[in-house]
């Protein structure tokens, strides 16, 4: 058992970056930790971790024992699952955050949903476009849409986003239809603030970044999606946003052929970390709902 607690004291620390986060995150002071940490050092014969008053970092020899220490403790979490789901129901605290428009339609129903099938767990849900930072800010699980770039987490696909060019019928009417991403640049855009630009899949099949412009901007994409409906330009927004509009007529697609590649939304959590049942089932939940063609449909909101 005292092995095990070192384990797991090694990985928190090396994960959360301090001994005080992951004492805090066990229930013991921060010289309890350094304790295990000493002791398994001293059993080891090697230094996994080099600490000062600033900061923590791994050794050469501490970054490979925590992998293997990373999937020990995953393999023993599922092992343990393995076992026990047909005995022991979730339960416990989840702390989510997910971006907020998609949160709202597509986190915050599915949430519910799970909430009143095991009635012993509860959730705080953090809507914000904000990059949060899992470990130090204490998030079980980020969703994210787009390409990760941040190696110190691990990530579960959930579902593909497709994003395109759209308009109102009157727009177009009076504007005509691009043909090609080119043509964007004789249109009114309508940009999301601070967006390097609108992805396209060339002639090629190569990426395409254009830079597109127009008289409005907003850095919420609901207002986007309204200026839009009101015939004021042309939008690049995600299907899940304007799906409804789309199969409604309200909305066109324009320059279909030219659609880049989905992406991907993702459900991020801190490197390694073995999860507890009720973040298991929540994300097989996540994951059974997004795979039914007709969940994008139903929803109403693509």
């Given amino acids: 058992m005292d092995q095990l607690k070192q384990i797991e004291s090694f990985v928190s620390v090396a994960t959360r970056g301090s001994l005080s986060a992951a004492a805090r995150e066990e229930g013991v002071t921060p010289a309890v930790i350094g304790r295990r940490l000493d002791a398994l050092e001293a059993r080891l014969g090697v230094k996994l971790l080099l600490r000062t008053t600033r900061r923590i970092t791994l050794t050469f020899e501490g970054s490979a024992f925590l992998e293997d220490c990373q999937r ?5 979490a599922n092992a343990e699952a393995s076992v026990s789901l047909g005995g022991i129901k979730p339960s416990g605290h989840l702390r989510l955050t997910a971006p907020a428009g998609f949160g709202r339609r597509h986190v915050a129903p599915l949430v519910m949903d799970f909430l009143r099938t095991n009635p012993e767990v509860s959730c705080t849900l953090e809507l914000s476009d ?10 079980d699980c980020a969703i994210r849409i787009g390409e990760l770039s941040d190696s110190s987490l ?18 177009l009417s009076r504007h005509g ?17 601070q967006q390097r630009g609108w992805q396209f899949r060339g002639a090629d099949g190569t990426p395409l970044l254009l830079r597109v412009a127009g008289n409005l901007e ?56 073995h999860l507890a049942l009720r973040m298991r089932l929540l994300l097989d939940h996540f994951r059974s709902t997004y795979a039914r063609p007709a969940y994008w449909n139903e929803c109403g909101d693509g």
């Fill in 72 to 76: 020990i403790l995953n393999d023993l």
């Fill in 130 to 139: 904000r990059m949060v930072d899992l470990i130090n800010e204490n998030f």
């Fill in 154 to 171: 691990v990530s579960v696909r959930l579902a593909e986003n497709r994003r395109v060019v759209i308009a109102s019928r009157e727009y």
């Fill in 177 to 193: 239809t691009p043909q090609t991403p080119q043509d964007l640049l004789a249109h009114n855009c309508l940009c999301l603030a």
């Fill in 218 to 273: 907003c850095n919420d994409g609901a207002v986007l999606r309204d200026w839009t409906l009101a015939g004021l330009g042309l939008a690049w927004r995600s299907l899940w946003e304007v799906g409804e509009d789309l199969r409604s007529g309200r909305l066109v697609p324009v320059l279909e052929d030219w659609a880049a590649a989905p992406l991907g939304i993702y459900a991020v959590f801190p490197q390694r970390r």
